[in-house]
């Protein structure tokens, strides 16, 4: 792990000698050039350095984590390196004040020979960091000595290859949830094509994929002329793997085997294989493998030779899964709960007659069963603990309060760390620490890509790669730690883009260990599972799950502190002056929701800050000493009382994010629920802002300014008028990248004249519109002949209060995903024609309150999964045509609808067999709760606001619920409804309830842990 943080500084001595800072250095200290160049000349050496060490670590990592003397030397490596960062922040703080200019320097309190004295102690810090390093590298070579060859395998990849061989002996009976795919299997391999078919078996480590394959071919080889089952590192030999599949394929045909394999090159070994197997049926098993390149490479010597042969490739990298037609690949999830419960009690309890876990025991087992989240390799190693233990409460109850002590450090546990740790020691170097960042926050945290994204960018982790944006790439990141199943995906939004996702629980606990023996990060919260006294705790990322008194001596006595991340609003805001006025190279400080009012003025001396989160604080202003952030780039006031911006943001040339919306009514009942701050002047400065959400333009010199923002991807713009429009549509045309847009106009009754806008812009991918639109035929059916390449998925329309069906024009745009109407229309009728909108995944109807009828015709929205109809109050029948969407739709919701609805949606046949929720309006409410206004949405306390939306980028526009929390899969039976009342759940199968039978089931259950209560990515 030691390599990503040399991989960091390197980047940041590269920064230390970029033209523009040695362009200000040599202004700087142009009477001192000699000193100067002599500084610049020792970074340039350790860069070197490190670049050499960090390619040697690469090769090295976690596999000699036994080797003690290894341990120390990387110890020491990362002491050094984090000098080397200091020093190299020292020298680009000195140097950045050349901008602030001498008459700064005296009021402040410094002169020019203190300045001086600065620059002479840091060039001898750098010696001096030069002279350590190289007598490390001598160091590792007298004793941290190390094999990179084959001995660098370790135990890890031994006790690995020792599994796998373990995985092919299994029975059948020692295998669970597998039929189904064991099936599948069967058929694919016995099939009739005669054509030479590969096959894939894909999913994370654990899942059993090996053990399936060998068991499908334990029972399948004897129908093949000849078999072979080949096992593949990633630092597989090519060479070698040709060997064994011949020594593998001649085992029965001795007679022809060729003698003189080990003198034959990489081509004559091809050749023997292409000529043996040329007329024969054959299968080969290529286990393990973890490059795309290894499968095509050896499919050049497994000749496709149309007699039926099969090639069952096992893997955990998406990109090897790919290699093959979707129709036959099988990717394993996680074993069901019952799945689970058996294979743990055939594990446990195999002297049982029906596998039973006693019935005092069943409670704490289940829990136990529940941490291993379905991975069937954690479920049979738990189950084999416990099985040598005592069968009591006690035992079991130890058991599951230090079952993440036992993961990482109980030897027979081993062979789960060591098959979790190979994906760790494979991923590339970049997403090493991108991975380690996901486990310093709390267990079952659900991620949101862009802000994650952010904090990448924010931590120096994303590189560059061509013209592609930093954004770009960090997305790349988590969707290439998706593929690797490192990270496990929850949710993709209707752009089928990756919108949030988590660690799973057993990789996280592995992944906290490697965080805590690296120094990468320490988190605190009110139980610490590894012990160890804070003075070990000496990493540089400080991640508060829940204040405690270790917390808030760590806060005071952090002096080198580069990140703090606070999820507990308890923390005292004092300790925000606390940290701005010791750890002065703050690169991160994310306090989002917690309760600070102001920000103080030290603030300003944090050189280093590249992102500040303070959403859904109280800060209503910020100190002008902001201005002096010139490293930021993200800067999120998003949710918070921000009332104006200082006029010296501007002079954040860096600042590619700035999120500053205030929440005006958080139920979106109010037309202006929402509101920008004023643009500064001199916004048009800001030209590397990438979002800007959002702005409250006051005069057409404000709409103006916002076309010399050409980098703009997403922006939001509040308060347009009439007279504003002509000069919005010329500035919005020259953003050239721009992907989100929302414009709301000044009040209700202002039209907007954005007709200009037609054609939209060419990257256009979600359009907000707020307000009446003039001719909005034109705007909405922009569609050209070529509209159908044009990449706009999401729509969505609010109070613009159409007299026409909006439907037609719309129906143009043939590559919808997403459709939100709320106010759009003042008719009583929609109608969903034939072919129309045939991507829409996602639609919503809210607040019509003339709509009585909506008709979908039969081969409508043939791709729809999620409908939701809000506070249509005079719809009296279920929708004409629903029918038509049950082979689609996944989530059917009905809410703030009538009792007399309720009524008739409860018996309708059209819905029978499509589950549904519902809510009432408050005034219809059965159980009479009292007189409560028709804006406050009988949802259960349990939703946050993060709940209230689902847009990817303009979440907070939707003005519907997603309840996201509420999962269809939660509820079984054929229909049914959900009746929200007060944090209770009762839920009704009305199936049984036409027959007379009333099902009733409470369920007390919170809200998802870990939904990010801001409502934002």
């Not at 030999?237 to 599949?245: A, Q, T, V």
């Amino acid at each position: 792990m030691a390599e990503t943080l040399i991989l960091l500084a390197v980047k940041k001595i590269g920064s230390a000698l970029g033209n523009e800072v040695i362009n200000q250095a040599t202004s700087f200290f142009k009477e001192f050039v000699t000193q100067l160049t002599e500084l610049q000349g020792s970074m340039g050496r350790m860069r070197r350095e490190l670049r050499l060490m960090h390619e040697f670590l690469t090769r090295t990592d976690i596999r000699h984590r036994n080797n003690r003397n290894y341990e120390i030397w990387v110890e020491e490596v990362r002491m050094l390196v984090h000098r080397i960062e200091d020093i190299v922040d020292d020298y680009m703080h000195l140097v950045a004040h050349k901008e602030e200019g001498w008459g700064t320097y005296l009021k402040r309190g410094f002169n020019r020979p203190s300045v001086l004295l600065s620059l002479k102690r840091i060039a001898s810090s750098v010696k001096e960091a030069e002279a350590n390093l190289v007598h490390l590298f001598q160091a590792k070579e007298r004793w941290a000595w190390m094999v990179t060859s084959g001995e660098c395998s370790g135990h890890i990849f031994e006790t690995s290859r020792h599994l796998a061989s373990m995985s092919r002996c299994l029975d059948e009976q020692d295998l669970v949830g597998v039929d189904e795919n064991r099936e599948i299997l069967h058929e694919w391999l016995a099939g009739d094509e005669l054509q030479r078919e590969v096959i894939v078996l894909h999913g994370m480590g654990g899942l059993g994929k090996t053990a399936l394959a060998a068991n499908v071919y334990k029972n399948q080889r004897e129908k093949f002329e000849c078999h072979a089952w080949i096992s593949i590192s990633q630092t597989y030999s090519i060479k070698d793997i040709l060997k064994c599949l011949i020594i593998e394929l001649f085992r029965d045909d001795q007679t022809n085997a060729p003698s003189n394999i080990e003198n034959m090159g990489i081509e004559g070994l091809q050749d023997e294989l292409k000529m043996f197997l040329r007329d024969r049926r054959y299968l080969v098993i290529l286990d393990d493998v973890w490059a795309p390149e290894a499968v095509n490479h050896l499919l050049m010597a497994l000749v496709p030779n149309h007699k039926g042969s099969r090639v069952l490739v096992t893997t955990r990298n998406d990109d090897v899964a790919h290699l093959v037609l979707p129709e036959k690949r099988i990717t394993l999830e996680r074993l069901t709960k019952n799945g689970s419960w058996e294979l743990f009690c055939k594990t446990a309890f195999p002297r049982a007659k029906t596998y039973g876990c006693p019935s005092e025991l069943t409670q704490l087992a289940a829990q136990i069963v529940n941490k291993c989240n379905g991975i069937p390799l954690a479920i049979v190693s738990v189950g084999r603990l416990l099985f040598v233990r005592d069968k009591n409460k006690k035992e079991f109850r130890r058991i599951h309060n230090q079952l993440e002590w036992e993961l990482i450090n109980n030897p027979s546990l081993q062979h789960v760390r060591n098959i979790l740790y190979l994906s760790y020691i494979y991923l590339p170097t970049n997403l090493k620490s991108c991975f380690l960042y996901c486990s310093l926050y709390p267990e079952d945290y659900l991620f949101k890509r862009k802000k994650l994204m952010q904090l990448w960018i924010a931590e120096g982790f994303i590189e560059k790669r061509g013209i592609r944006t930093m954004e770009e790439v960090a997305e790349e990141y988590i969707n290439e730690l998706v593929q690797w199943n490192m990270l496990q995906l929850v949710e993709r939004n209707s752009l089928g883009r990756i919108k949030s996702f988590r660690m799973h629980d057993i990789i996280r606990e592995l992944a906290v260990d490697l965080c805590r023996r690296e120094c990468f990060g320490v988190t605190y919260s009110d139980e610490d599972k590894y012990g160890g006294s804070l003075e070990e705790k000496n990493g540089r990322r400080m991640v508060i799950h829940r204040l405690n008194n270790h917390s808030s001596q760590a806060i005071s006595s952090a002096n080198h502190l580069r990140t703090l991340i606070a999820f507990d609003n308890r923390m005292p805001s004092y300790n925000l002056l606390t940290l701005a006025t010791k750890c002065k190279y703050m690169s991160v400080l994310e306090l989002s929701g917690l309760p600070i009012e102001k920000v103080p003025r030290a603030i300003g001396g944090l050189y280093n800050l590249q992102h500040l989160g303070l959403r859904n604080s109280k800060v209503k202003l910020l100190p002008d000493c902001i201005e002096r952030l010139t490293n930021l780039v993200t800067l999120d006031l998003q949710g918070s009382k921000i009332q104006e911006l200082p006029r010296g943001i501007v002079k954040l040339k860096k600042l590619r994010h700035l999120f500053a919306e205030r929440v005006n009514d958080k139920y979106w009942r109010k037309f202006r629920c929402r509101s920008g701050v004023p643009t500064p002047r001199g916004l048009e400065e800001m030209r590397e802002l990438h979002t800007l959400q959002a702005v409250e333009v006051r005069g057409e010199r404000s709409v103006w300014c916002l076309g010399a923002l050409r980098q703009i991807r997403s922006i939001r713009i509040w308060g347009v008028k009439r007279s504003y429009c002509e000069c919005l549509c010329e500035s919005l045309r020259k953003m050239e990248f721009l992907s989100n847009l929302s414009i709301t106009a000044s009040d209700e009754e202002e039209i907007l004249h954005l007709n200009d806008l037609n054609p939209l812009p060419p990257n256009l991918e979600t359009l907000s519109l707020g307000g009446r639109l003039a001719q909005a035929d034109l705007l909405l059916g922009a569609a050209t002949a070529d509209g159908q390449n044009h990449p706009l998925c999401s729509v969505l329309l609010y109070w613009s209060q159409q007299e026409e069906d909006p439907l037609e024009s719309l129906s143009r745009w043939s590559n919808l995903t997403k459709l939100v109407l709320t106010r759009a229309y003042v008719g009583v009728q929609l109608v969903f024609l034939q072919g129309w909108f045939p991507s829409l995944k996602e639609l919503s109807l809210r607040d019509m309150p003339h709509l009585t009828q909506l008709n979908i015709h039969q081969g409508t929205m043939t791709s729809l999964q999620q409908l939701r109809l809000v506070n249509l109050r005079r719809m009296t029948e279920v929708p004409l045509g629903i029918e038509f969407l049950v082979t689609t739709l996944n989530y059917l919701a009905f809410r703030e609808i009538t009792a007399d609805f309720f009524k008739v949606l409860r018996y309708c046949p059209r819905i029978c067999g499509i589950k549904w929720w519902y809510s009432l309006l408050r005034e219809d409410f059965e159980e009479g709760e009292g007189h409560l206004s028709e804006s406050d949405v009988y949802l259960s306390e349990s939703l946050s606001e993060s709940d209230m939306c689902l847009s990817e980028s303009f979440s907070e526009s939707d003005m519907y619920f997603s309840e996201s929390d509420m999962h269809p899969k939660e509820f079984d039976g054929e229909a049914g409804y959900l009746f929200q009342r007060m944090n209770r759940s009762e839920y009704y199968d009305t199936s049984q309830h036409r027959h007379g039978i009333k099902t009733v089931r409470h369920d007390d259950s919170s809200s998802r842990s870990g939904t990010d209560m801001t409502g934002r990515e």
